[in-house]
């Protein structure tokens, strides 16, 4: 299984900055560009992925999220700005970011990571870093226009009650993105 743990933010967070979103992509659309851009119901923040996860270890990942989100409080966040991995000038992905009003999202990304290699799976990736994808350049791509573009985002500030174990079925969403299906929830303290 091709897992996540995630923070799905709540639908007027995500109706706020897909109002923000929606007049940049339709114009991208008429331009032609080679952003892809990902569908508003796939909006979350990532807080480890799991590439490669057997079956058997599902229970045992659930009860490690489940007892590490019991331990951490909710932190208070708002989707505010832009940016792009690896860099501005070689970008493949753009995002906007995820402001920490309280709380320490870092901390929490850490426990998740903790404990799933605790319960036998290896979480994947780089450093933490807080974000939410919007979307994805198919050849690295100068993204500064799309940086200053989106960059005056400040969305609604909120407090997420739960974590989300994710899976990604790969290819089976509309454009041959991937579909996801929470098959978890865990409520943070």
Same mark, same amino acid.
């Given at each position: 299984?091709? #897992?996540?743990?995630?923070?799905?933010? &709540? $639908?007027?967070? *995500? !109706? +706020? @900055?897909?109002?923000? =979103?929606?007049?940049?992509?339709?114009?991208?659309?008429?331009?032609?560009?080679?952003?892809?851009?990902?569908?508003?119901?796939?909006?979350?923040?990532? #807080?480890?992925?799991?590439?490669?996860? &057997? $079956?058997?270890? *599902? !229970? +045992? @990942?659930?009860?490690? =999220?489940?007892?590490?989100?019991?331990?951490?409080?909710?932190?208070?966040?708002?989707?505010?700005?832009?940016?792009?991995?690896?860099?501005?000038?070689?970008?493949?992905?753009?995002?906007?970011?995820?402001?920490?009003?309280?709380? +320490? @999202?870092?901390?929490?990304?850490?426990?998740?990571?903790?404990?799933?290699?605790?319960?036998?799976?290896?979480?994947?990736?780089?450093?933490?870093?807080?974000?939410?994808?919007?979307?994805?350049?198919?050849?690295?791509?100068?993204?500064t226009r799309w940086i200053r573009a989106l960059d005056a985002h400040e969305g609604r500030v909120?407090?997420?009650?739960?974590?989300?174990?994710?899976?990604?079925?790969?290819?089976?969403?509309?454009?041959?993105?991937?579909?996801?299906?929470?098959?978890?929830?865990?409520?943070?303290?």
């Amino acid at each position: 299984m091709r #897992l996540f743990v995630a923070i799905v933010p &709540p $639908d007027e967070v *995500l !109706d +706020d @900055l897909a109002d923000h =979103v929606e007049p940049r992509r339709l114009a991208d659309e008429e331009g032609g560009s080679d952003l892809r851009w990902t569908d508003r119901h796939q909006w979350h923040v990532t #807080l480890a992925f799991l590439a490669d996860v &057997p $079956d058997w270890r *599902l !229970d +045992d @990942l659930t009860a490690a =999220v489940g007892a590490t989100a019991a331990r951490h409080h909710a932190p208070v966040l708002r989707l505010a700005g832009a940016g792009a991995f690896p860099n501005p000038y070689a970008a493949r992905v753009l995002y906007t970011g995820v402001e920490q009003l309280r709380g +320490d @999202l870092g901390r929490l990304a850490s426990g998740i990571r903790t404990a799933c290699n605790g319960a036998g799976v290896s979480p994947g990736g780089t450093r933490f870093h807080p974000h939410v994808t919007l979307g994805r350049f198919r050849r690295p791509t100068e993204a500064t226009r799309w940086i200053r573009a989106l960059d005056a985002h400040e969305g609604r500030v909120w407090q997420p009650t739960e974590l989300a174990l994710v899976e990604s079925h790969l290819g089976q969403g509309r454009g041959h993105r991937p579909r996801y299906e929470v098959v978890a929830t865990a409520p943070l303290a």
